[in-house]
């Protein structure tokens, strides 16, 4: 009978994010199909906010908290997560593939002599458990079995659904850490502007911009400026997350008008990385295999293009609109903009 762990950790409101609670979901799933117990552990400065938000969850719940574990800081993140590790004695260990985490989990699985498999999208309990991850861009599939304890699967978001249930009043574990001496100290956190930050994973739509914006409009001219104000309005009104295609992103290096704020993080499908947002628009891309290989993991995808023969049009997007990128998207804006008022 093997013995679950999940491990997670608060948000800036000390709330647990979405990835962790779908790593709750999916080491819910994971106990039931094995028969095996589930542990939960939190890390963070206040715990009791998470521990409340899991208290439908049935699980043993241990928490590692304290202002030393208010941001993250790898050798006080891997203390902590060692520690609940030890106090849990579980076989497998199910974690969101969040940045706080990943930077610890391969040194924590070492520690403790373990295996860790990172970007892991589907966990299925049988004999053995079996875990599938994507390789090669995405372009390749492969399902993992490890007779290894304890094993580490880092969860990629967006795979699992979310731990979803009633809040109420939880007991809780606390887990003493001894901490080794601290040569990093945390003075403080420094964060872009809402309305300046555009890569939001937790978006419920990822807007996608072209080579085409930076290109010849109708009128013979190329109106880099406007799209820039276009597409940033659209990101402030909306809340999405912004991508891009490589060929936009790389226009920079080429000489060529660019949009300012995009970066190769922007690119979709970047080192292999896909988003995994419920929808996406795409505007002024011509849906090459490539970019769309991307976009795989989207739940509804929508396209914006001038040519009624792009790529989306066969078979690679849902919703296709034949029109001037930069038309809809003022239109859009103003909608949007109607709508605040």
């Given at each position: 009978?093997?013995?679950?762990?999940?491990l997670?950790?608060?948000?800036?409101?000390?709330?647990?994010?979405?990835?962790?609670?779908?790593?709750?979901?999916?080491?819910?799933?994971?106990?039931?199909?094995?028969?095996?117990?589930?542990?939960?552990g939190?890390?963070?400065?206040?715990?009791?906010?998470?521990?409340?938000?899991?208290?439908?969850?049935?699980?043993?719940?241990?928490?590692?908290?304290?202002?030393?574990?208010?941001?993250?800081?790898?050798?006080?993140?891997?203390?902590?997560?060692?520690?609940i590790?030890?106090?849990?004695?579980?076989?497998?260990?199910?974690?969101p593939?969040?940045a706080?985490?990943?930077?610890?989990?391969?040194?924590?699985?070492?520690?403790?002599?373990?295996?860790?498999?990172?970007?892991?999208?589907?966990?299925?309990?049988?004999?053995p458990?079996?875990?599938?991850?994507?390789?090669?861009?995405?372009?390749?599939?492969?399902?993992?079995?490890?007779?290894?304890?304890?094993?580490?699967?880092?969860?990629?978001?967006?795979?699992?659904?979310?731990?979803?249930?009633?809040?109420?009043?939880?007991?809780?574990?606390?887990?003493?850490?001894?901490?080794?001496?601290?040569?990093?100290?945390?003075?403080?956190?420094?964060?872009?502007?809402?309305?300046?930050?555009?890569?939001?994973?937790e978006?419920?739509?990822?807007?996608?911009?072209?080579?085409?914006?930076?290109?010849?409009?109708?009128?013979?001219?190329?109106?880099?400026?406007?799209?820039?104000?276009?597409?940033?309005?659209?990101?402030?009104?909306?809340?999405?997350?912004?991508?891009?295609?490589?060929?936009?992103?790389?226009q920079?290096?080429?000489?060529?008008?660019?949009?300012?704020?995009?970066?190769?993080?922007?690119?979709?499908?970047?080192?292999?990385a896909?988003?995994?947002?419920?929808?996406?628009?795409a505007?002024?891309?011509?849906?090459?295999?490539?970019h769309?290989?991307?976009?795989?993991?989207?739940?509804?995808?929508?396209?914006?293009?001038l040519?009624?023969?792009?790529?989306?049009t066969?078979?690679?997007?849902?919703?296709?609109?034949?029109?001037?990128?930069?038309?809809?998207m003022?239109?859009?804006?103003?909608l949007?903009?109607?709508?605040?008022?």
């Amino acid at each position: 009978m093997e013995s679950i762990l999940v491990l997670t950790h608060g948000n800036e409101t000390a709330a647990l994010t979405r990835a962790s609670l779908e790593a709750v979901g999916a080491g819910m799933e994971l106990a039931s199909w094995l028969g095996g117990s589930l542990t939960i552990g939190i890390v963070g400065r206040e715990t009791e906010a998470a521990a409340e938000m899991l208290a439908a969850s049935g699980a043993r719940l241990l928490a590692v908290s304290g202002e030393a574990f208010a941001q993250a800081r790898y050798a006080s993140d891997a203390a902590a997560c060692q520690a609940i590790c030890i106090a849990a004695q579980a076989g497998i260990v199910l974690a969101p593939q969040s940045a706080r985490l990943a930077r610890v989990m391969a040194g924590v699985a070492h520690r403790l002599g373990g295996v860790v498999d990172t970007h892991v999208s589907v966990v299925e309990g049988g004999e053995p458990v079996a875990a599938t991850r994507w390789f090669y861009r995405q372009r390749v599939e492969a399902v993992l079995t490890r007779s290894a304890r304890p094993w580490f699967l880092m969860l990629d978001a967006g795979t699992h659904a979310p731990f979803a249930g009633a809040a109420g009043a939880a007991a809780v574990e606390p887990v003493a850490v001894e901490l080794p001496q601290m040569r990093t100290m945390v003075t403080g956190l420094w964060a872009p502007q809402q309305d300046v930050q555009t890569i939001r994973p937790e978006a419920k739509l990822l807007f996608v911009a072209g080579a085409g914006w930076t290109k010849k409009q109708a009128d013979g001219e190329v109106h880099a400026s406007e799209a820039g104000d276009v597409i940033r309005e659209f990101l402030r009104r909306s809340g999405a997350s912004l991508g891009s295609s490589k060929s936009l992103v790389d226009q920079g290096g080429e000489g060529q008008p660019v949009l300012p704020f995009l970066t190769h993080l922007n690119q979709v499908g970047q080192t292999g990385a896909t988003p995994r947002h419920p929808k996406g628009l795409a505007t002024c891309c011509h849906g090459e295999e490539p970019h769309v290989v991307g976009w795989r993991f989207i739940g509804e995808r929508r396209a914006v293009s001038l040519d009624p023969n792009c790529g989306w049009t066969r078979g690679k997007a849902d919703v296709v609109y034949v029109a001037d990128a930069f038309a809809v998207m003022a239109k859009v804006n103003a909608l949007l903009a109607a709508k605040e008022g």
